[in-house]
């Protein structure tokens, strides 16, 4: 069971903001749920379906999600997975041409002070 951080949060449809992903694990507060607060500096917040092309462009951008890291409890992610994604790096993927899919209903409101609905919507992905 996913313990919430903000029972209130919203996704970016405003409506109740839903989990992201159990397995793995992911969210700020690895809940599952990609919800933000003050020390969430990174704004974690966007709910992303991982590809090839993108995990390629995290790495090269200097964030490897793809290697499990054991001593970080961290698995290391594959195409399909979802994973709460910061909203700029969402962003730069975007304007790199690499960027994932987006599950709205888990995705933050407080992305849309980075990314536009419209732009959410033409990379939205069944939740």
């Known amino acids: 069971m ?6 209130t949060a919203l996704n970016v449809l405003g409506q109740e903001l839903l989990p992201c992903s159990n397995a793995p694990l992911t969210g ?3 809940n599952g749920c990609c919800e933000t607060g003050p020390d969430d500096l990174g704004l ?11 995990l390629a462009f995290s790495r090269r951008a ?6 499990p890291r054991p001593d970080l409890h961290f698995p290391g992610l594959k195409p399909g997975d979802r994973w709460c994604l910061c909203a700029p790096r969402w962003k730069e993927a ?3 041409g690499a960027a994932p899919g987006v599950v ?3 995705t933050h ?3 849309l002070a980075i990314v536009t609905l419209d732009v959410l919507k033409a990379y939205a992905v069944a939740a």
Not at 62 to 67: A, K, R
């Open 62 to 67: 200097g964030n490897d999600l793809s290697t």
């Open 44 to 54: 974690h917040t966007v709910c992303a379906v991982m590809t090839a092309e993108f």
């Open 109 to 111: 409101e407080e992305t």
């Open 28 to 30: 700020f507060f690895r």
């Open 104 to 106: 709205l209903e888990a």
């Open 2 to 7: 996913t313990t919430r951080y903000d029972e």
């Open 94 to 96: 975007l304007d790199a």
